[in-house]
Nanobody
Framework: VQLQASGGGWVQAGGSLRLSCAASGLTFSNYGMGWFRQAPGKEREFVASISWAGDSTYYANSVKGRFVVSRDNAKNTAYLQMNSLKPEDTAVYSC?????????????????WGQGTQVTVSS
């Protein structure tokens, strides 16, 4: 199983970025997808998740109303649209997969993890 996150970069505060997570080696439509982030010196934290059926999403309070998680099962890809970015959103963002996942927000719930992509937001 491989999860490949991409789309990170540098952006000014108030800007937007769209992250992608391409999955292979698993039946993507059976897996809930989660996004997590880790800032320097901090623990990994939950950002957003989307259910395996794509009919339910869940967000951390810190990103609710600014970030949107989605998926395209035909492309085996999950997305994280990040709008109104703030300097405190700066972190390495990773995607993860959980079999039949629904509102999964704990790190330990996820079986497969991708490498991270760096997001830097300047003030």
């Amino acid at each position: 199983v491989q999860l490949q996150a991409s789309g990170g970069g540098w952006v000014q505060a108030g800007g937007s970025l769209r992250l992608s997570c391409a999955a292979s080696g698993l039946t993507f439509s059976n897996y809930g997808m989660g996004w997590f982030r880790q800032a320097p010196g901090k623990e990994r934290e939950f950002v957003a998740s989307i259910s395996w059926a794509g009919d339910s999403t869940y967000y951390a309070n810190s990103v609710k109303g600014r970030f949107v998680v989605s998926r395209d099962n035909a492309k085996n890809t999950a997305y994280l649209q990040m709008n109104s970015l703030k300097p405190e959103d700066t972190a390495v963002y990773s995607c993860a997969a959980k079999y039949k996942g629904w509102h999964a927000w704990h790190v330990y719930e996820y079986t497969y993890w991708g490498q991270g992509t760096q997001v830097t937001v300047s003030s």
